[in-house]
């Protein structure tokens, strides 16, 4: 049986095994601590770093300036600063709502190599002439590749490399007073100039590269890039009727691969109207089919009026902002 001075010291021996047990926690809440503080801290960081990156991009990416479409009856009194991008040359006018040029048409060579800081430099400096006489108050571009929401997404003839996703229409529009700006393709734009807006319309540019463009009932159909779609063996459009291909075949072996694709389309797309554009356009030598005929040149700038009509971009992906179900489309 236990004594009484044993129990005490029993007692003792326990009390001083429950303060070393709390010293031994304190400690390690102590090690703990500081470890603790660092993880929140570095969750922190994070946070405020990813927030950093939502502004970058932001930046790197702006929204241009939105605009509404044009009123039916405003459209005589619109001032629109309408830019035909070329593998070959760059072109620029001020046209009204009708597409009517408002002054002469300006043009230099397309640079090559350009990178996108290039190509915006050479045209603010070849539209200002315009911005200073004719004050537009829209901007439309036609751009020979791939653009959806504003953004280039192939530039084939220009320089692909260092050109997807990059917001073009947004960068040329800081250079130029902020103007509201739409951009398409350049075939697609040189289209609305020259269909009639009845049935299947399908557009044929003969520049650079071979451009294609799709309209049903004036309504523009989602891009398809046929310029890289082979026709001919191992040949894309590009390569089998493009400026390049012109040069090394000679005009009358050009022609008749011209005839070829017409044939081609013909059977692929059962269209109602082609019409054909571009700079080539002119060295055509052959009799058209009575649903076919050339385009001026001119219809890659004048085109750009249509891109501000409701119904003309209605089916597009491209601009969603025009997606619009009212108005008329003259």
């Not at 100039?193 to 799709?214: D, K, M, Q, R, Y």
């Not at 009358?252 to 011209?258: F, G, I, L, P, T």
């Not at 109207?273 to 089919?289: E, Q, S, T, Y």
């Amino acid at each position: 049986m236990p004594t009484r001075k044993t129990t005490v010291a029993s007692k003792k021996a326990s009390a001083k095994k429950a303060v070393a047990r709390g010293a031994v926690k304190s400690a390690a809440t102590k090690k703990t601590a500081p470890k603790k503080a660092a993880v929140k801290a570095a969750v922190k960081k994070a946070a405020v770093k990813k927030v950093a990156v939502k502004k970058a991009a932001a930046v790197k990416m702006p929204k241009a300036a939105v605009a509404p479409h044009i009123a039916p009856g405003r459209a005589s009194s619109e001032r629109i600063l309408a830019i035909d991008i070329g593998g070959t040359g760059l072109k620029a006018a001020v046209i009204d709502g009708h597409g009517k040029m408002l002054g002469e048409r300006v043009r230099v060579a397309t640079p090559h190599p350009c990178t996108p800081e290039q190509m915006v430099d050479t045209l603010a400096t070849l539209v200002n002439p315009l911005l200073t006489q004719h004050h537009p108050t829209r901007m439309s571009i036609g751009f020979p590749g791939v653009v959806r929401e504003n953004c280039v997404l192939t530039a084939p003839n220009i320089g692909d490399e260092g050109w997807h996703g990059v917001p073009l229409a947004s960068m040329l529009a800081r250079r130029v007073g902020n103007l509201p700006v739409r951009m398409i393709n350049d075939a697609e734009m040189q289209g609305f100039a020259a269909i009639e807006g009845h049935g299947l319309e399908f557009v044929l540019t003969l520049g650079t590269g071979a451009g294609t463009a799709l309209f049903r009932d004036g309504e523009l159909m989602p891009h398809l890039e046929l310029a890289h779609h082979p026709v001919s063996k191992t040949r894309t459009y590009d390569e089998y009727i493009g400026a390049h291909a012109r040069d090394q075949a000679g005009d009358k072996r050009w022609n008749k691969r011209v005839e070829k694709v017409i044939d081609v389309l013909s059977k692929l797309v059962n269209y109602d109207r082609l019409w054909i554009g571009g700079g080539n356009a002119v060295n055509l030598k052959f009799d058209l089919p009575a649903n076919v005929a050339i385009v001026s040149n001119a219809a890659g700038i004048e085109g750009g009026a249509k891109l501000w009509h409701p119904r003309s971009m209605r089916e597009s992906r491209q601009l969603p902002d025009a997606n619009q179900r009212t108005g008329e489309f003259g």
